[in-house]
């Protein structure tokens, strides 16, 4: 069966540190992924999308890889800072749906 | 512009009672999009409409029912609500620009049903 798996623990870091947030799947040949932020008692805000052939994209302090023979993705927050706190999920695309993992909240402590 | 608005923010029913949940998008999107959200399972499809006059099932669409209002207005209806129905609800909208492609989707601010 498809799955979708994200980091199963919440990341607390030190402001200025790196977050790396994972998102591994099996069973799916997706032609793009995509990243998502959610805020407590909101719905979730787009942040960046990767194509296939793509390895790497970025964006201000945010950078994703995606490597389709791992079957993985990275997502990187640089020099962090406590309003990148919430949760971060992300997304494998294929016949006009989404399918979502179940996130990964990031707490950035000042 | 407001995006995508969903009706009502919160909402208590009864094992057995009826409700809808409205919504509606602004940005002339094609495809929409029904998911519920529970704690540690993520966001789970219902259902979706690709287009005006279409609608799919999802992931989960068991006890749910939905309607293609017009191009702006997609709704979910519980019939019989059921305790496995607590949840927080998102609605979605996206333009799909490519063939057999979900494009960036833009999410609603949620609806947090409450099953008794």
């Known amino acids: 069966s498809q799955k979708i798996e994200q980091n199963s623990e919440a990341l607390n870091i030190q402001e200025g540190k790196t977050a790396t947030l994972t998102c591994n799947y099996t069973n799916y040949s997706p032609a793009y992924l995509q990243w998502y932020r959610q805020d407590p008692g909101r719905g979730p805000v787009f942040l960046l999308l990767?194509?296939?052939?793509?390895k790497e994209k970025r964006k201000e302090r945010l950078k994703v890889t995606f490597d389709t023979t791992l079957k993985q993705s990275l997502f990187h927050i640089t020099a962090s800072q406590p309003a990148d706190s919430a949760t971060y999920l992300c997304a494998l695309v294929g016949d006009y749906k989404l399918s979502f993992g179940a996130g990964t909240t990031v707490t950035v402590r000042a | 512009n407001a995006g995508v608005t969903q009706t009502p923010k919160f909402q208590v029913l009864k094992t057995g009672q009826s409700m809808t949940l409205q919504c509606a998008q602004d940005m002339n999107h094609n495809s929409m999009y029904w998911y519920r959200q529970d704690p540690g399972m993520g966001l789970r499809l219902i259902y979706y409409?690709?287009?005006?006059?279409?609608?799919d099932k999802g992931e989960v669409p068991n006890g749910y029912n939905v309607s293609r209002l017009n191009k702006r207005e997609f709704s979910l209806r519980l019939e019989s609500a059921a305790p496995s129905q607590t949840s927080v609800y998102f609605c979605a909208s996206s333009e799909v620009t490519g063939q057999g492609q979900a494009d960036t989707q833009y999410f609603g601010p949620g609806t947090r049903l409450t099953v008794l």
């Open positions: 409409s690709a287009s005006e006059g279409t609608t």
């Open positions: 990767i194509r296939e052939n793509e």
